[in-house]
């Protein structure tokens, strides 16, 4: 995360940012998996931010859920190569999954014609 200096006007990196929120945690794990768009069984959040257990990098809004064949098929060939193989974008699918929960919370108002 950057945040803005105010002095200097320099952005500064923000270390072992976490974001915990188990409320936004149960939000996703309600969804499908985002790739093979199933609900039975076992689904996982797969964090994109604080991947390779850095449980102090870890920020719950880059979570997205996966069953857990497609979790274990992340782990195992990563996350380049996954979304490539499914053609998909993890980071837009979490960007999506924020927005619905925070319109959800009412941390966003939507406006409608």
């Given at each position: 995360m950057q945040k803005l200096s105010g002095r200097t006007g320099k952005r500064e990196m923000i270390q072992n940012d976490k974001i915990v929120l188990p409320d936004y945690l149960k939000f996703v794990k309600r969804k499908p998996c985002v790739v093979?768009?199933?609900?039975?069984?076992?689904?996982?959040?797969?964090?994109?931010?604080?991947?390779?257990?850095?449980?102090?990098?870890?920020?719950?809004f880059t979570g997205v859920p996966l069953c857990?064949?497609?979790?274990?098929?992340?782990?195992?060939?990563?996350?380049?190569?996954?979304?490539?193989?499914?053609?998909?974008?993890l980071w837009k699918e979490a960007f999506y999954l924020f927005l619905e929960y925070a319109v959800k919370k009412e941390w966003i108002k939507v406006h409608e014609k």
């Open positions: 093979l768009h199933v609900h039975d069984g076992p689904l996982d959040v797969h964090h994109l931010r604080a991947v390779h257990w850095r449980e102090s990098d870890r920020n719950d857990r064949a497609a979790h274990t098929e992340i782990e195992q060939i990563g996350e380049r190569m996954f979304q490539e193989t499914y053609k998909i974008n």
